[in-house]
């Protein structure tokens, strides 16, 4: 069985940081492209990064360049995301997702989020 599981969330002050992370299991982590997706109060879920099987970065929107990164350990079948300079609008549950063979696709599987909220 495929899961997914983030972990890491937490409050935390404008201009802060946390580093949340992503445990997969039931698949062999590394044939796959993994994102971070966000889900805020009243909002669409979104994308926020995503790292290819290379290691390639994918970026979903530009509001995160320069502050988020992400990346993977295929032997730990975990993948990161490393948030730094963090601001209201970052507040969300975050969730990370098997997106198929490239950081192009969707959602193909997931599971439950871990919840980040930034202070004003």
């Known amino acids: 069985e495929v899961q997914l599981q983030a972990f890491g969330g937490g409050l935390v002050q404008t201009g802060g940081s946390l580093r949340l992370s992503c445990a997969g299991s039931?698949?062999?982590?590394?044939?796959?492209?993994i994102g971070w997706f966000r889900q805020a109060p009243g909002k669409e879920r979104e994308g926020v990064l995503c790292?290819?099987?290379?290691?390639?970065?994918?970026a979903y929107r530009d509001s995160v360049k320069g502050r988020f990164t992400i990346s993977r350990d295929n032997a730990k079948n975990t993948v990161y995301l490393q948030m730094n300079s963090l601001k209201p609008e970052d507040t969300a549950v975050y969730y990370c997702?098997?997106?198929?063979?490239?950081?192009?696709?969707?959602?193909?599987?997931w599971g439950k989020g871990t919840l980040v909220t930034v202070s004003s």
């Open positions: 997702a098997v997106t198929g063979y490239s950081c192009e696709g969707g959602m193909d599987f």
């Open positions: 039931g698949f062999t982590f590394a044939d796959y492209a």
């Open positions: 790292i290819s099987q290379s290691g390639a970065n994918t």
